[in-house]
């Protein structure tokens, strides 16, 4: 086991479903986080959603963090899409914005920025896309971290631009053997038992590793891990990760900056 001392920041996206602002289910996901990633209008979120999930965030010592994706309500973000990447970056830089105009009015402060659904899973291979990500966020504030999956271009491209970023793992999703995410249209590309998403999530913090669909290990070095809001059984997920860690020895703390 890694020292003790070790820190791991637990991302969440939020803002996405009113109905969960409602029923209680993102205050409940707040209570095992350190980060929110918040829907800002492309693929969900409006300024009632914004304000709502940034005051829960506030209360309980979550980070705030812009969640753009694609403008593309009917498929959640997640279908891909042929964009020009000035029209991506104008995109990115409207919903940060739109995020940042919000957080301001709340006293709050968005600290760090992270696509969504499949803006994130093209950018990690498209270096364009990448690229556009940042134009984007820059033309807003370069003072943020972006977050991209560990290992991949879109980090990379990340720096390349001056930003601070944080390579990203995830506690309830599954793994291809060259350490992208399974595609969602497989039936096991989503975690839903807590106790296997936090054994995961401990493999990635204490032996830098993930067990991919085929059985294999890949290696993978996260700054933050993230349970997906809209998983089902979310809230109990995020519980039993962040009980494993924090058992484990592992601190939660939110990522550098802050």
Same mark, same amino acid.
């Given at each position: ?87 991506? =970056? ?9 995020? =940042? ?26 270096? *364009? ?30 720096? *390349? ?14 793994? *291809? ?57 979310? /809230? ?5 990760? =962040? ?12 990522? /550098?900056?802050?």
């Amino acid at each position: 086991m890694r020292s003790p001392e070790l820190e791991i920041d637990l991302n969440c996206d939020m803002g996405e479903m009113p109905e969960a602002i409602a029923d209680g289910t993102q205050e409940a996901l707040m209570r095992s986080i350190t980060s929110a990633n918040i829907a800002c209008g492309g693929h969900a979120g409006d300024e009632q959603t914004m304000r709502l999930t940034i005051e829960q965030a506030r209360r309980y010592g979550v980070a705030v963090g812009a969640h753009p994706g694609y403008a593309d309500r009917e498929n959640f973000g997640r279908l891909e899409l042929k964009m020009p990447v000035a029209d991506v =970056a104008n995109s990115v830089y409207e919903q940060v914005w739109a995020l =940042a105009q919000v957080a301001e009015s709340c006293g709050a402060q968005v600290v760090h920025v992270k696509p969504h659904g499949a803006l994130y899973n093209q950018a990690v291979k498209n270096r *364009e896309l990448a690229g556009a990500i940042a134009d984007g966020v820059a033309r807003w504030n370069r003072d943020v971290v972006l977050v991209g999956l560990a290992g991949s271009l879109m980090l990379e491209v990340f720096r *390349e631009q001056g930003f601070a970023v944080a390579a990203e793992a995830f506690a309830d999703r599954r793994y *291809e053997p060259d350490g992208t995410l399974r595609s969602r249209k497989f039936e096991d590309a989503l975690i839903r038992d807590p106790e296997s998403a936090a054994r995961q999530a401990l493999g990635m913090v204490e032996r830098g590793v993930v067990r991919a669909s085929d059985g294999s290990d890949v290696a993978v070095a996260p700054q933050t891990i993230c349970i997906h809001g809209d998983t089902p059984g979310a /809230p109990a997920i995020a519980a039993e990760v =962040a009980r494993v860690l924090r058992e484990s020895g592992v601190i939660l703390a939110g990522l /550098p900056g802050s």
